[in-house]
């Protein structure tokens, strides 16, 4: 049974460089740079960097299952892609203009990845991250936080039976263990420290209304069914620590780069820009997003 109501967090990333963290990518150098033959094919060889590229290159919701889970599909994929490849070549295909245009095109997209992530890679220092973190920390607002414990049953006379118990002697977190049908139960109820808006909002009203060491002496019912609180420690919030912060600070940092390096570039370039029927078009206005 979850309480805690939904927070939805967007966060817009650049690119592969800008999706992990600098650890992380050190991690994915580290793989590439041990390769491993991974299958033959005509005595072709396909090698550990090439499954992991393309691992990478799937959509986030299959990254997300492992590696491992896509290992065998990815696998066959390449073999079939290397056979194809030696097919062509025997074809005389390698000279072949579409083929030339086709591989300039992805030359220069290579190469436009490449250089917008070094610089990327360059700038996100240890210091700067640092530097980056003691802003958001500056700046981020405080707010207030609870702690508490419950124990959540199915019928208010279940609840005030729980009530009785507690105020006859029995521990509230040995109560919680033995009567709570929440998962928090194993922990004696504990649900941590939280934000009015992180609870739905009869708990949450009921939990901040309440001095530290309080417990609830009515039930208080949600669509989840009847709670017993007891309010542990009130506090004022702080800023997350820097280690689970890095990753998304990585990205903030990753996406003003390359926004500062798109607008340097513009401004040096001379841009003309034309409609499908050839006839010139204005230049953007500042207010007009530019494509992406």
């Given at each position: 049974?979850?309480?805690?109501?939904?927070?939805?967090?967007?966060?817009?990333?650049?690119?592969?460089?800008?999706?992990?963290?600098?650890?992380?990518?050190?991690?994915?150098?580290?793989?590439?740079?041990?390769?491993?033959?991974?299958?033959?094919?005509?005595?072709?060889?396909?090698?550990?960097?090439?499954?992991?590229?393309?691992?990478?290159?799937?959509?986030?919701?299959?990254?997300?299952?492992?590696?491992?889970?896509?290992?065998?599909?990815?696998?066959?994929?390449?073999?079939?892609?290397?056979?194809?490849?030696?097919?062509?070549?025997?074809?005389?295909?390698?000279?072949?203009?579409?083929?030339?245009?086709?591989?300039?095109?992805?030359?220069?997209?290579?190469?436009?990845?490449?250089?917008?992530?070094?610089l990327i890679s360059q700038s996100i220092t240890e210091e700067a991250m640092k530097e980056r973190y003691a802003e958001l920390a500056k700046n981020t607002?405080?707010?207030?936080?609870?702690?508490?414990?419950?124990?959540?049953?199915?019928?208010?006379?279940?609840?005030?039976?729980?009530?009785?118990?507690?105020?006859?002697?029995?521990?509230?977190?040995?109560?919680?263990?033995?009567?709570?049908?929440?998962?928090?139960?194993?922990?004696?109820?504990?649900?941590?420290?939280?934000?009015?808006?992180?609870?739905?909002?009869?708990?949450?009203?009921?939990?901040?209304?309440?001095?530290?060491?309080?417990?609830?002496?009515?039930?208080?019912?949600?669509?989840?069914?009847?709670?017993?609180?007891?309010?542990?420690?009130?506090?004022?919030?702080?800023?997350?620590?820097?280690?689970r912060v890095r990753a998304q600070i990585a990205r903030d940092l990753g996406r003003r780069i390359a926004t500062d390096v798109l607008n340097s570039a513009?401004?040096?370039?001379?841009?003309?820009?034309?409609?499908?029927?050839?006839?010139?078009?204005?230049?953007?206005?500042?207010?007009?997003?530019?494509?992406?």
């Amino acid at each position: 049974m979850v309480i805690r109501a939904l927070t939805a967090v967007f966060i817009i990333t650049f690119g592969a460089a800008l999706a992990t963290s600098p650890a992380s990518a050190q991690s994915v150098r580290d793989r590439l740079a041990k390769d491993a033959v991974i299958a033959v094919v005509n005595d072709q060889q396909i090698l550990s960097s090439e499954i992991i590229q393309a691992f990478q290159a799937l959509p986030r919701q299959h990254r997300q299952r492992g590696l491992r889970a896509v290992y065998n599909q990815l696998l066959e994929r390449l073999i079939d892609d290397k056979l194809l490849t030696i097919h062509g070549r025997l074809n005389n295909l390698a000279g072949d203009a579409e083929v030339k245009t086709m591989v300039k095109v992805a030359e220069d997209q290579i190469i436009a990845r490449v250089y917008m992530n070094r610089l990327i890679s360059q700038s996100i220092t240890e210091e700067a991250m640092k530097e980056r973190y003691a802003e958001l920390a500056k700046n981020t607002p405080t707010q207030e936080e609870v702690r508490a414990r419950h124990i959540l049953v199915d019928t208010e006379a279940d609840a005030k039976e729980v009530i009785k118990m507690i105020q006859g002697g029995q521990p509230f977190e040995e109560v919680a263990k033995a009567r709570s049908k929440d998962p928090a139960a194993a922990q004696g109820g504990d649900l941590g420290y939280f934000r009015k808006g992180d609870m739905v909002k009869p708990f949450s009203d009921t939990a901040f209304s309440m001095q530290a060491g309080a417990m609830t002496e009515t039930p208080v019912k949600t669509e989840f069914g009847w709670h017993v609180i007891k309010v542990e420690d009130r506090r004022k919030s702080s800023a997350p620590p820097f280690e689970r912060v890095r990753a998304q600070i990585a990205r903030d940092l990753g996406r003003r780069i390359a926004t500062d390096v798109l607008n340097s570039a513009r401004e040096g370039a001379k841009i003309e820009r034309f409609a499908l029927d050839g006839q010139p078009l204005p230049a953007p206005t500042p207010q007009q997003p530019k494509a992406k």
